[in-house]
């Protein structure tokens, strides 16, 4: 007969569809939303921005790019160090902030974000009624690391069409990608969000973060996330917060954050306990763990809960302009409210912590090449003997920080739980 096999036709047409879903290359779904253009830099460019920010800036910024390779599979991260070098003022001890964004390729907001931030420390740009006098003379006894972009080769991805791709440029989540409780699977793992990799640090931007945090020693540790609005501590991998008054204080300072920039709609408290799954081997569970990072947190910036499931830039990114206005001056204000608190809390914390002094040292804010191993011994050198008496004064003040602490803490009210939803930010 000379009709047209109409149905085998359709079902190539539907084969071709479900496969565009599956490999995720999703752009010919006109119902998905696109990256708008005239909001959001393309990955180049927006490194280059900040490179352009650095070169305008070089008595406050530098920048270093850390390449690392491993079987022809090659990542390249740009670190920007505000302060570099600067000497703290008075007796004070250098507070040491290292911020990553853009570790998913999907959530390009977090490197607008990192960008913005990076031209405020500048003085390029400022918040509405911001006290520039105050900003400065909090500013100067920190040293703040920051990686607009941890994840260039995903970022890559996602520009070509991939809007679904959290995972870098060979498919392994480097959130899931570093050694505390590495490889673990739950019951709903998903392989193609969270692939582990062959190994803990089998990854070139994992071993070059990995690499940064154990050399700068940082005392506040963010890792800023989008897919949904919230502010989370360790752990990750178990539905619990770590013991003691440092994770009292942890939790203050989210609290604050989530009071003053988050409208108390932010999901507060562990990771593994508060965003409805367990995540092994993330970043932030091995700075806490390992790197024994005093304050270690994920942020996560931005969700549209409304979203359809494949609608994945929409569901990570804000898309209209203002928005995305709203989302970057937010939380570039709450890294300000960062900046300026962060030292009063881990002061308190320091107290908690005094055994421990190789923490609370400074050292050369440029030592990104100073790796594991290196003996912390060496920096108890110098104290003197009146330390006995500073110990007594310091417990007594220990005390009255624990008391004020609860009494803070007892103020605030908790957070209105948001449901999560059901892909996976962190
Ligand atoms: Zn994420």
């Known amino acids: 007969m000379g009709s047209i096999p109409i149905s085998p036709i359709l079902c190539l047409l539907g084969l071709l569809r479900l496969l565009c879903f599956v490999n995720g290359a999703n752009t010919s779904d006109l119902s998905l939303t696109p990256i708008?253009?005239?909001?959001?830099?393309?990955?180049?460019s927006l490194l280059k921005d900040v490179k352009a920010l650095v070169s305008r800036h070089p008595e406050k910024l530098t920048v270093d790019r850390i390449r690392a390779e491993d079987k022809g599979y090659a990542a390249d991260i740009v670190v920007v160090t505000y302060n570099s070098g600067k000497i703290p003022k008075n007796d004070n001890f250098e507070f040491r902030i290292l911020l990553t964004f853009g570790q998913h390729g999907r959530e390009l907001i977090t490197s607008e974000v990192a960008l913005r931030l990076i031209s405020m420390l500048t003085g390029e740009r400022t918040m509405p009624g911001a006290d520039l006098n105050l900003l400065n003379s909090f500013l100067d006894n920190l040293v703040i690391k920051v990686v607009p972009m941890e994840n260039l080769n995903g970022c890559k991805l996602v520009e070509a069409g991939e809007y679904c791709e959290r995972r870098n440029g060979r498919g392994v989540d480097l959130n899931r990608n570093w050694s505390v409780d590495w490889g673990k699977k739950e019951k709903d793992y998903d392989p193609y969000e969270e692939n582990?990799?062959?190994g803990p640090f089998s990854e070139p931007e994992t071993q070059i973060m990995r690499k940064l945090s154990q050399s700068f020693d940082p005392h506040v540790w963010v890792n800023v996330h989008s897919g949904m609005e919230a502010l989370f501590m360790p752990y990750d991998h178990k539905n619990v917060t770590p013991d003691g008054l440092i994770s009292h204080l942890?939790?203050?300072?989210?609290?604050?954050?989530?009071?003053?920039?988050?409208?108390?709609?932010?999901l507060v408290g562990s990771g593994g306990g508060s965003v409805g799954y367990l995540a092994h081997g993330t970043s932030t569970d091995y700075m806490h763990d390992?790197?024994?990072?005093?304050?270690a947190f994920t942020f996560e910036i931005y969700g549209d809960s409304s979203a359809s499931s494949k609608?994945?830039?929409?569901?990570?990114n804000p898309v209209d302009e203002a928005t995305f206005n709203r989302v970057i001056e937010n939380w570039c204000a709450a890294f300000l409210m960062l900046f300026q608190t962060g030292p009063g809390w881990l002061d308190i914390a320091r107290q908690a912590t005094f055994n421990d002094l190789?923490?609370?040292v400074s050292i050369d804010a440029n030592a990104v090449d100073r790796i594991e191993g290196s003996s912390k011994g060496g920096k108890l050198e110098g104290l003197d003997l009146g330390m006995q008496e500073l110990r007594t004064y310091f417990r007594l003040f220990m005390l009255s920080s624990v008391l004020?602490?609860?009494?803070?803490?007892s103020r605030i009210s908790k957070s209105k739980c948001r449901p999560s939803m059901s892909s996976i930010p962190i």
């Open 36 to 44: 708008p253009r005239h909001l959001y830099h393309s990955c180049d």
């Open 196 to 198: 582990p990799g062959t």
């Open 311 to 316: 609608d994945c830039f929409k569901m990570f």
């Open 358 to 360: 190789s923490k609370w």
């Open 290 to 295: 390992i790197v024994k990072v005093p304050m």
């Open 250 to 266: 942890m939790r203050s300072l989210l609290d604050d954050l989530n009071y003053h920039h988050c409208q108390n709609r932010c």
């Open 404 to 409: 004020i602490m609860f009494m803070f803490c």
